[in-house]
């Protein structure tokens, strides 16, 4: 079967640095993505990697890992905004995302 | 420019209705794609088109249909309402064939008594 696992919750501070991970194992790979979802509202891109390696946008970077099945989003000088919910979507063979059930980002003062 | 619009926002349906949950788009995106997600789960596909005049069924379809008779539309039914249909429903678009990122409606949050 298919499957993305990413924690479920994690907290961090404000100022600081959090990596979200996520591993894994799908019908082919054509693509990761990261999006971001605030509570109540629609999920917005942020990151996609289809090669190995670092992908960096301002405060966000995303790493990937075909070989091992692993990529993680790196979020810096967190902010209070910050707070949010963070979905690994893996677009396997057929095109489709698949999703995990997302990381509940909590970020304190 | 609007991007992707749902209706209703939110509506509660007794079990065995049917219902119409609406979804329009003016990215003149080739694909369309309709989510359920549910606490502690990932987004799942319920169906997808492809192109206008195609669709296909996703991860979860039993109980839903679609239509895509244009390009901007992409309406979702359930025919006949149940309980465990309760969810928020989230329609998406993207330029290709899912080869591009997914942009996503506002969502349609639903209860089903």
């Known amino acids: 079967g298919q499957n993305i696992d990413q924690p479920t919750e994690m907290t961090a501070t404000e100022g600081a640095i959090v990596q979200i991970n996520c591993t894994y194992q799908t019908s082919g790979f054509n693509g990761l993505f990261w999006y971001q979802q605030h509570a109540g509202e629609a999920p917005t891109f942020l990151s996609y990697n289809v090669l190995d390696g670092l992908e960096e946008k301002g405060r966000f970077s995303s790493f990937l890992s075909r070989s091992k099945g692993y990529s993680y989003l790196l979020l810096k000088e967190l902010q209070m905004k910050d707070s949010a919910s963070y979905l690994c979507a893996v677009r396997d063979s057929n095109y489709q995302l698949i999703w995990g059930a997302g990381t509940k980002l909590i970020i304190k003062p | 420019t609007a991007g992707i619009t749902q209706a209703p926002t939110s509506q509660i349906l007794a079990a065995g209705r049917s219902m119409t949950l609406r979804c329009t788009q003016d990215?003149?995106?080739?694909?369309m794609y309709w989510y359920r997600q549910d606490l502690g789960l990932g987004l799942r596909l319920i169906h997808y088109?492809?192109?206008?005049?195609?669709?296909g069924k996703g991860e979860v379809p039993d109980g839903y249909s679609v239509s895509r008779a244009n390009t901007d539309d992409f309406p979702l039914t359930l025919a006949s309402a149940v309980p465990s249909q309760t969810s928020v429903y989230f329609c998406a678009s993207s330029d290709a064939d899912g080869s591009d990122e997914q942009f996503f409606g506002p969502g349609t949050r639903l209860t089903v008594l």
């Open positions: 088109s492809n192109t206008a005049g195609t669709t």
């Open positions: 990215m003149r995106h080739n694909a």
